[in-house]
């Protein structure tokens, strides 16, 4: 601590610059990037990216090259979204870096300097004064009057009163008043210190945040995971069976060319690409959709993990409540006034007049912008506005006395006003109030901060001519209210609470407030009052396995720093919950990229919190993220259709390219069959399941469990015995147009009229496993009936374009034939129409 009339001298610039060479720059490190090919290369050796790449090169062996590049194109697809994905961290470190690196007034060798932030090296005195960043964690050694803004790191709205002191704690963390240490990235917002340099760059408490927020990592949601397993099992005995019917076919009927085509059929009809195509266009459509909700997408799987979300961490200040300070209730003379936009009265108006005389003209400390703000409203055009006063002394904020004073003169004026505002015990004391008086006036202070207002006191004294005297006690103060201020909550954030509720979703808050005030907003917003406040050191004290057993009972915590709110996210994760977490702050980043869907604020929001966040609120408003659950969980849903579609019509044509073989009946499916199914039906079956509506009882249902397979056995059953049924009936088509007719084209034709058919009976009936066909042919969707015309125009202009028929392999058939053909098709899939009207429930649990 230095005491007055010492002169500072700082270090001097040898020891400077030698330690900047020995301890690096004021800066986040900077990894060493990896070079673009480099990123490629490893992203393509995944298995799924392999197996679309072979898929690819089987397609440009067959001359197909249209179906080859699509399936280059969607490899290049996946690659860059990985690749996206992969530079976020550099990019929300990058950010960090920025933010704690701004400009700074440094004493070196007696002289005040302005340097670069980077250049600040640990032992720099430090000039702090209202409005300067502070650019590294720092001790006082002299402070008047301080105050600095800490939400980026803890979250809390209202600044904290700082002081030096001769002897310094051993450690301290950010929030709390009367501290003697500032943090690398906080803002000053009143008074003025020196402070001298403790820890820099990564040392700093946001350093260590960057540092934990590098070490994380986001990891593959279970729906990726369990893609890729199912690809790899199917890809891998499709092969051997392929392998297995080339073999065959070549030792039984010595035609090994022949065995060669079977085998390339048979292998693009087992080979499941579909699967991780369908599951990147549902979720790039998702993430556009989405987008018209306000809601950016920076991770692609948070789009179908948020259909599984079963517990949503919010923070308060930003994301519950506006973050801005506002005058909420005035009280004075017994007469208490709530704040609505209406007029004040008269009797209020002297206390937001001296409320405003006690405060800072141009103001940084957001109370005294509250003030100023609801003057400006309220007051103009009377008599309580003084703009043209002049300030003659001030007497500041002291920690034996937490109340500051304004001496005023004003322009025709011989005596001077005085007015104060602070803590109500320190206003009473200065009052010299009467003890019933008083209590009367601590009592309604303490009524209003159990609403979770900070309230503060205001008072006026006059004073003569003369000098004025050394301290605040000797004016004769007389008390003139109370104000409440608050952080108001947002609008429409109670409604999308109840909403989650409703849906299962159970909203947990998480703040660096005091307990009392994050008790009054989880009142205001809807949060069950029946459930448990933790406070920070309350999670201090819980090992990680009780907290697992705790998190579940609570509903707030407050006073928490950034290691336990990431603690909180992977206990949940741990028990087994889908968590998407809100937030804005630096101090938010580790917890919204350690937890399943990170939710950032992009108005108010920090860039590092952007960067980490799998969403971006564009709007900041909490509405948008019930909008976003919603589609979320429609979007899964739709997306198990599909998925169900796609191993349906994997069935028939397996079959077809495999059971004509070991029958020893002539080939129905070429290459160039299997080619055009995949190419006309396949990839427009996902924009047709993509585009279905939601089901209206969306948000009225529970989550999905957080273990819950996408190819959950019933599914799979279901989708099983679709295909088995159009396979069985376009076997029995085939045998009787090739028995009828005696030729093997006739009969393909009549097996593919069967399965083309069938196919678009799949996408009909499994647009909705709750209604059935005619009453989903109701509802909207363009892209269903997109597939089902250009499905039946392509085929006929396989049947009557010369060239093309004799592609396909299309040999005569009458209309009647074909008519009987289409009638199988359809008929084939009757019983799954019956079991929703019988089984509905048991199709649901699907």
Not at 3 to 27: D, I
Request: glycine content about 8%; aromatic content about 6%.
């Amino acid at each position: 601590m230095v005491e007055p009339g010492t002169v500072v001298q700082g270090l001097s610039e040898p020891e400077s610059a030698a330690r900047l060479a020995a301890e690096g720059p004021n800066e986040l490190p900077r990894d060493r990037k990896r070079g673009f090919w480099a990123a490629a290369a490893a992203v393509v050796k995944e298995p799924m990216l392999l197996l679309l790449l072979g898929a690819g090169a089987i397609y440009l062996l067959l001359g197909s090259l249209s179906e080859a590049l699509a399936l280059l194109l969607s490899v290049l697809v996946v690659i860059a979204i990985t690749l996206i994905q992969e530079r976020k961290t550099e990019r929300a470190v990058a950010a960090l870096r920025d933010l704690s690196s701004p400009r700074a007034l440094v004493v070196r060798e007696g002289v005040r300097r302005r340097i670069a932030g980077r250049e600040v090296v640990r032992g720099d005195v430090l000039v702090l004064a209202e409005g300067d960043r502070v650019p590294a964690d720092a001790a006082l050694v002299a402070a008047s009057n301080l105050e600095v803004d800490e939400s980026l790191l803890t979250g809390e709205s209202v600044p904290v009163r700082k002081r030096a002191t001769p002897e310094r704690p051993a450690e301290a963390r950010p929030g709390g008043d009367d501290q003697p240490f500032v943090y690398a990235g906080t803002l000053v917002v009143r008074g003025s210190g020196l402070a001298e340099v403790l820890a820099t760059g990564p040392r700093s408490a946001m350093g260590k945040i960057g540092t934990s927020l590098g070490e994380l990592e986001a990891g593959n949601t279970p729906l990726q995971d369990e893609t890729a397993r199912i690809v790899k099992i199917v890809a891998s005995a499709g092969l051997a069976l392929c392998a297995a019917l080339v073999v065959l076919y070549g030792v039984t009927r010595g035609d090994w060319l022949q065995g060669f085509l079977a085998g390339i059929a048979l292998a693009m009809a087992v080979l499941p690409e579909e699967f991780p195509v369908v599951l990147t266009i549902f979720m790039a459509l998702g993430a556009w959709r989405i987008s018209k909700s306000r809601v950016l997408t920076r991770r692609l799987p948070a789009v179908e993990a948020l259909g599984a979300a079963t517990v949503l961490c919010t923070d308060k200040t930003g994301t519950l409540t506006e973050n801005r300070m506002t005058v909420a209730r005035l009280w004075q003379a017994g007469a208490l006034h709530a704040v609505t936009g209406a007029p004040l009265p008269e009797a209020v108006h002297e206390v937001l007049e001296f409320g405003i005389l006690a405060s800072h003209r141009d103001p940084f400390d957001p109370m005294e912008k509250a003030f100023q703000r609801l003057g400006e409203a309220a007051l103009a055009g009377t008599e309580h506005l003084h703009r043209s006063w002049q300030l003659v002394r001030e007497y500041p904020l002291s920690p034996e006395l937490l109340a500051v004073s304004q001496v005023w003169r004003s322009p025709d004026g011989e005596r001077l006003v005085v007015a104060a505002k602070g803590a109500p015990e320190a206003i009473v004391e200065i009052c010299h109030l009467a003890p019933a008086r008083a209590q009367e006036v601590l009592r309604q202070a303490s009524d209003m901060g159990a609403d979770g207002l900070r309230v503060l006191a205001v008072a006026r004294a006059r004073f003569g001519r003369g000098a004025l005297p050394a301290g605040q006690h000797d004016f004769d103060f007389e008390l003139v209210g109370l104000v409440g201020l608050e952080d108001p909550v947002r609008p429409g954030v109670r409604e999308a609470v109840a909403e989650c509720a409703g849906a299962g979703v159970r909203v947990v808050m998480i703040t660096g407030d005091s307990p009392g005030t994050a008790r009054a907003i989880a009142r205001q917003v809807g949060l069950p009052e029946d459930e448990e406040i933790l406070t920070g050191r309350d999670l201090e004290a819980l090992s990680a396995e009780e907290l697992r057993r705790r998190v579940h009972g609570a509903g707030v915590f407050a006073r928490a720093v950034p290691e336990q709110k990431l603690r909180l996210v992977q206990a949940l994760r741990a028990e087994g919950e889908v968590v998407a977490m809100t937030g804005d702050g630096v101090n938010d980043a580790p917890a919204l990229k350690a937890a399943h869907i990170g939710i950032a604020m992009g108005g108010r929001g920090t860039d590092v919190a952007r960067e980490a966040a799998a969403l971006v609120l564009t709007d900041d408003d909490f509405t948008s993220i019930v909008a976003a659950v919603r589609l979320g969980r429609r979007i899964y849903d739709n997306l198990r259709r599909a998925m169900a579609y796609v191993l349906a019509v994997h069935v028939p044509t397996a079959g077809l390219a495999l059971l004509p073989v070991l029958l020893g009946w002539p080939l129905v499916l070429y290459p160039v069959h299997i080619v055009f199914l995949e190419l006309i039906i396949d990839p427009a079956c996902s924009m047709a399941f993509e585009a279905e509506p939601g089901d209206p009882g969306l948000m009225r249902r529970p989550p999905r469990q957080a273990r819950a397979s996408l190819f959950e056995r019933r599914l799979v059953t279901v989708a099983l015995l679709q295909g088995a049924t159009l396979l069985v009936a376009t076997l029995v088509c085939f045998r009787l147009g090739f028995a009828h007719t005696g030729s093997a084209d006739s009969g393909r034709t009549l097996a593919f009229t069967t399965l083309i058919a069938g196919n678009v009976s799949l996408i009909l009936v499994n647009r909705s496993w709750r209604h059935g066909v005619l009453p989903t042919l109701l509802r909207r969707n363009v892209a269903s009936w997109a597939v089902v015309g250009g499905a039946t125009l392509t085929l006929l202009l396989a049947f009557w374009v010369p060239l093309l028929r004799q592609l396909f392999r299309f040999g005569p058939a009458s209309a009647d034939d074909l008519a009987i053909a289409a009638g199988a098709g359809v008929l084939s899939l009757v019983w799954f129409e019956l079991l929703k009207l019988f089984k509905t429930r048991w199709l649901e649990a699907a």
